[in-house]
């Protein structure tokens, strides 16, 4: 596989989880200031679909991708998990606690199983 189709692959997985990730954080925060609701009373919801968003960004690199699936959702999660790390330590001037080290851990996990349905899904590279 050429290092381009790997690397725009991984890019198209992480851009889709971000995406998501941005549009159900306008949806939760309007739910947080029009209605009772605290953050805290949300923080389980908002960690599966943290987990269903890694995994729809692992299918959507496997899929774009078509090879090696679990090095796709892999790179997808690493660079997620990496734009994290790095806004968190830029902009807060905190690092990642052992908690968020293993949440992290298991969202690249999650990205390789969505990265090898991914690959799946799409029928892969055809032999000819």
Known sequence: MRTTKLGSAIIYGTMTIFILMIVFSFIFSILLRFTSLTEA?????????AFL???????????KGKKQGWLLGAGTGILYTAIILLSQYLGDDSTFTTREWIQSLCYIIVCMMGGIIGVNLSGGVQEK
């Not at 949300?42 to 960690?47: D, N, R, T």
């Open 41 to 49: 009373s949300l923080s389980y919801i908002i960690l599966i679909l």
């Open 53 to 63: 968003f890694m995994f729809i960004g692992g299918i959507i690199s496997g899929s």
